[in-house]
Each structure stands twice: as structure tokens, then as C-alpha cells.
């Protein structure tokens, strides 16, 4: 899925996701959207709410890696959504909206039925789908067939229904049907992209969203339904999954590079103009607000989204959001020598990323430097210092958790093992064109 267009990069080499390019076809692709976090736990708890992860106080799905090797310890935050936090399925209630969950959870004990949603999975997490056999790798098609029992039974009652599917392919470890598998096992591998189980599925999973799309044109709600397709954090770029590349993009899962953060996202539905694209910087909070205004709900409260809908339509002459720059907040160590307690802000196309263990900047203008290679802090002199206001405000407004000087810090301590926190990696594609997470949300 090439996102964006002309440029081949932005494309996999091996991959093949035609059901994706055919949703991409009929509506609107974004080659600037972020997940708001680089990592899936918080990620979905932004989704969830609107809220920016720092302001939740969900920003890792561990308690966050410390040890005394380490200059800085983690926060103490939340291990499960907060019940004061009102989800989206609670939002929308009052428009009489049956809201259903399947899929990924780990959020804690709890379980989407106590925020909201009338259908759901339970208190899922990564390893829910292990035993779901040959025929059904990490749940992919038994997670469409709930989804698609609810939809039925929603347009059989004649009730508008908000489903989000939360899959958990492509999410390592690997599986996928063996007939997958040998079919990209005998396919030419790509110059960057050459894993053939990944591959297959990724390619299972592209079959499986075949099936949802089938079932609303089958149900005759295809002119009133939008689909929303987005991932939950960018490829990962540690050793074990050398085989996937992030390129052009920085880094990957767990850093506050473009690599952990930039992710694929597709609208389609009444309205949305098909096969446009959009450069404009755009972040998972934004989709909270952007349903509600489909649904024609008011928001109240605080939130750090803005609707996306007068983008979507082409009615927004100029558009724009309601804070002055996209916050990622990661106050802990993680996987790899780039997973460092980090805070990144992008505004206007200008990204400014704090070292908090040095207490240093970078500054790149990803308008010309996708690739983040040239920092232009010292460049810049005036800019930088305007952005660390704007990232300093931004993070007293949320009341952001920081890092925490670690007394028993001793350099000459063993560095901890490779696994950070978060339990297994989470696999993607990579970059601006692969990768599944938290998609396909259904709005009717």
C-alpha cells in the first residue's frame, strides 16, 4: 500500500494487501497520521477517549523498565483504564448507538463492558488468540464473524452500530495459515521486506478485512457506514525482526522516531471523496471527536483530538486543530538503545524531541527530512527555543507523569536483557504503508 503517492518507499516490496489498496481506493489515505503513542497499550487507550496517553497516564503497557543501570526511573501509572474516563461507546449512547469490541483489550482487568460496549471479547491481550487454530490464526477470521454477527443483528433491529475490531494479527508472534506461508515462501523477496510468515500473515489479514467489507455491501449499509483503517504503532526495528524495514522512515516500535509513530490510516464513507490523499499531520485522538460528529454528538469535557471530519468532506477550506501541536510522551525505557524516556512534539511539519537522560533536543523539519537524519537544533536557534515552550506547556496541561531521577544509579551496573516492557514486540509492515492494529472501527 503505497501511502504516499509517488513515492515507492512508502511501499511494500513483498507484502501484498490488495483488499487494503481497494479500501484505500474508495476513500481517503493519510501519509502523516500517528499513532499516539509507540506502543499499543496506550495507543488504545487514546483511541478510546481523545485523550493524549500523558493525560491519561497510560503510556507503556508495562509498569516501565527501570533498573539501577538506568539514570532515570519510570512513574508509577495506570495499569488499567481509568472508569472516570468516558470511552467512545459511552459517548455515544445518547444517539442510541449498539457499540461492540472485539479483538485486543490489554488494558488491564477490566473489560470494554464496563466502559461502554454492549458486545465484546473480555479482557483480552496478546496472548488470547494462540490456540485458535490452523485454520484461524490469531483469532483473524473468528474476530470478523463476531463482528459480523453483531452488524446483522444491529441492521436486523434497525439500530446504528459502532464496532471496532482490534485485531491482533499482525502482532508477533508470528502465525499464519501454512497455505499462506508457502505461497510468499515461493514468492521473489523483496530488497527490504523478505520475511514469508510475516508475510502470509499479513496476507491472511488482508483476506479477512475482504470479508468485512463484503458483509456491509451484503447488509446494504455501504452508503451510510464509515470505515476507519489505522494501526497502533509503527514497525518494529530491534534485531529479532530484521527482516522488516521501516525505511524511509526513523527507527521504529518503542522510540519516538517517525518509525514508532507514523502509521497508516484510511477513511472511507458518505462523502469522503474516493482515492484522495492527505498530507495533513493527523494522530489517533483525532478519531474520538471525529465520531461523534458523525453520530451528532456533542463532546464535553477536555480532549486533545480534533474531528477530522471537515477534512474528510473537503468543506474545510483550512484546517485545523484546537491545540497547536500533536504531543507523544514516553517517560520510560523500552526495547533497544533508542527506547529512552522521551517527549516529542510535532507542529507545522517541525518535530522537537527531548532526551530526557541528557536533558538534550533534536529538531528536524519532517517536510523536507522524512527520514529524520538532520537535526537542526543548533540551526534554529530561535524555533527550538519556541518549541520547548510550546512542549513545556503542553506537557503542565495534561499533567504529564515525568521520569524520576534514579539515586541508585551506577553506571558500572549490567545493562538489563533485551525485553523491555510490554511482553512480545508488535510486528508491523513498517512505515507509512504495512501495519494492522486497531482497525477496521465500523461507524453506521
Known amino acids: ?77 495506570l495499569r488499567e483504564f481509568p472508569e472516570t474516563e468516558t470511552s467512545i461507546a459511552e459517548a455515544l449512547k445518547p444517539a442510541g448507538y449498539a457499540s461492540a469490541y472485539f479483538g485486543k483489550w490489554h488494558l488491564g482487568q477490566g473489560n470494554p463492558g464496563q466502559h461502554g460496549f454492549d458486545v465484546h471479547d ?69 530488497k527490504r521486506h523478505k520475511n514469508a ?59 519516538l522516531y517517525d518509525g514508532g509513530l507514523r502509521v497508516p490510516l484510511i477513511v472511507t464513507g458518505p462523502g469522503i471523496p474516493a482515492n484522495t490523499h492527505s498530507a495533513e499531520s493527523v494522530i489517533g485522538c483525532d478519531l474520538f471527536p471525529t465520531f461523534c460528529e458523525w453520530a451528532g454528538v456533542y463532546v464535553s469535557g477536555k480532549i486533545d483530538g480534533s474531528s477530522l471530519a471537515p477534512l474528510l468532506n473537503g468543506k474545510a477550506s483550512k484546517w485545523d486543530r484546537h491545540v497547536d501541536s500533536l504531543l507523544f510522551h514516553s517517560p520510560h525505557y523500552g526495547r533497544g538503545p533508542d527506547a529512552i524516556p522521551t517527549t516529542a512534539i510535532i507542529s507545522n511539519n517541525l518535530k522537537l524531541m527531548k532526551d530526557w537522560g541528557t536533558n538534550s533536543y533534536k529538531l528536524f523539519d519532517l517536510s523536507k527530512d522524512i527520514g529524520e537524519k538532520r537535526d537542526l537544533a543548533a540551526t534554529y536557534p530561535e524555533k527550538l527555543q519556541k518549541l520547548i515552550t510550546v512542549m513545556d506547556n503542553r506537557l503542565r496541561s495534561v499533567n504529564a507523569q515525568l521520569p524520576i531521577v534514579n539515586s541508585d544509579y551506577d553506571p558500572n551496573a549490567p545493562p538489563p536483557g533485551p525485553r523491555g516492557p510490554g511482553g512480545r514486540g508488535q510486528g508491523r509492515p513498517g512505515g507509512p504503508r504495512g501495519g494492522q492494529g486497531g482497525a477496521p472501527n465500523t461507524a453506521n
Open 1 to 77: 500500500m503505497e501511502m504516499i503517492p509517488g513515492d515507492p518507499r512508502t511501499k511494500s516490496d513483498y507484502f501484498h494487501t490488495p483488499n487494503i489498496e481497494k479500501l484505500a481506493a474508495n476513500g481517503m489515505r493519510f501519509s502523516a497520521a500517528y499513532a499516539p503513542a509507540a506502543m499499543c497499550t496506550p495507543s488504545r487507550a487514546a483511541v478510546l477517549t481523545g485523550k493524549t496517553p500523558a493525560e491519561i497516564h497510560i503510556t507503556t503497557p508495562g509498569p516501565g523498565l527501570g533498573t539501577n543501570a538506568h539514570k532515570l526511573r519510570p512513574p508509577t501509572q
Open 122 to 190: 473480555g479482557s483480552t491481550s496478546n496472548d488470547t488468540p494462540e490456540n485458535s487454530g490452523p485454520d484461524n490464526p490469531k483469532d483473524i477470521f473468528g474476530l470478523n464473524e463476531r463482528a459480523i454477527a453483531f452488524m446483522r443483528k444491529s441492521v436486523k433491529e434497525e439500530r446504528p452500530f459502532y464496532a471496532q475490531l482490534f485485531h491482533y494479527a499482525v502482532h508477533s508472534p508470528t502465525a499464519t495459515k501454512a497455505v499462506s506461508e508457502k505461497k510468499f515462501g515461493t514468492l521473489e523477496k523483496g
Open 197 to 255: 510468515p510475516f508475510a502470509g500473515m499479513t496476507w491472511d489479514f488482508d483476506q479477512s478485512i475482504a470479508v468485512v467489507l463484503e458483509e456491509i455491501e451484503n447488509l446494504g449499509i455501504a452508503d451510510k457506514t464509515y470505515i476507519v483503517f489505522m494501526s497502533d504503532n509503527g514497525g518494529p526495528s530491534y534485531p529479532r525482526f530484521g527482516t522488516l524495514d521501516n525505511d524511509p522512515l526513523s527507527k521504529g516500535k518503542t522510540t
